[in-house]
Antibody, heavy 123, light 107 residues
Framework: QVQLQESGPGLVKPSETLSLTCTVS??????????WSWVRQPPGKGLEYIGY???????NYNPSLQSPVTISLDTSKNQFSLRLFSVTAADTAVYYC???????????????WGQGTLVTVSS | SYELTQPPSVSVSPGQTASITCSGD??????AFWYQQKPGQSPMLVIY???KRPSGIPERFSGSNSGNTATLTISGTQAMDEADYYC??????????FGGGTKVTVL
């Protein structure tokens, strides 16, 4: 069974870059059947899709995000990463990495999730 | 932008049926997905493609989707079903979108 584990700093200063890595075990990020994604959840609030990356390097990002974002892939380490630039307090959230099924976008969903990691943006 | 609207809370007695709605423009023409999230845990898929259950999800969870509303139904609700539930869909304008979540309380 696939497992995902987030890692990275729990505290980031305003205007700096938030960087997180997701390590995948029990499956390969090079599997053509899946996308690898990030979702966040501000404390006490709902879920927000950030974006995904495919093994080919193709990416998709939420057009509603206020902060610029980049998702990258390291197939040699079976990892993918999130970078969120120029963060503000509004970016404080639990960040989840998740696997998405690949296919018709309307039929794509999140089938496995990491446990999540809290990132606080504060000086 | 595309939005999904859920009631903030639903209360149900043990053994009764809980219905959680998710409203969006022409949602019935899209697929709806449902996730369960218990306190301190990550979300878990309970319904995909409107009405399909992943392996390991109890039969008491079912889904439907028509018109502007998708519905998650929990039949014979148990105390372990107390959680937040989120609907999700895809729209070309907003990519993958989640509803605001519904807290199900089993009284």
């Amino acid at each position: 069974q696939v497992q995902l584990q987030e890692s990275g700093p729990g505290l980031v200063k305003p205007s700096e870059t938030l960087s997180l890595t997701c390590t995948v075990s029990g499956g390969s990020v090079s599997n053509y059947r899946y996308y690898w994604s990030w979702v966040r959840q501000p404390p006490g609030k709902g879920l927000e899709y950030i974006g995904y990356i495919y093994y080919s390097g193709d990416t998709n990002y939420n057009p509603s995000l206020q902060s610029p974002v980049t998702i990258s892939l390291d197939t040699s380490k079976n990892q993918f990463s999130l970078r969120l630039f120029s963060v503000t307090a509004a970016d404080t959230a639990v960040y989840y990495c998740a696997r998405m099924t690949r296919g018709n976008p309307a039929a794509t969903y999140f089938d496995y999730w990491g446990q999540g990691t809290l990132v606080t943006v504060s000086s | 932008s595309y939005e999904l609207t859920q009631p903030p809370s639903v209360s149900v007695s043990p053994g009764q049926t809980a219905s959680i709605t998710c409203s969006g423009d022409k949602l019935g023409q899209k697929y709806a997905f449902w996730y369960q999230q218990k306190p301190g845990q990550s979300p878990m898929l309970v319904i995909y493609e409107d009405n399909k259950r992943p392996s390991g999800i109890p039969e008491r969870f079912s889904g439907s989707n028509s018109g502007n509303t998708a519905t998650l139904t929990i039949s014979g609700t148990q105390a372990m079903d107390e959680a937040d539930y989120y609907c999700q869909a895809w729209a070309s304008s907003t990519s993958y979108v989640f509803g605001g979540g519904t807290k199900v309380t089993v009284l």
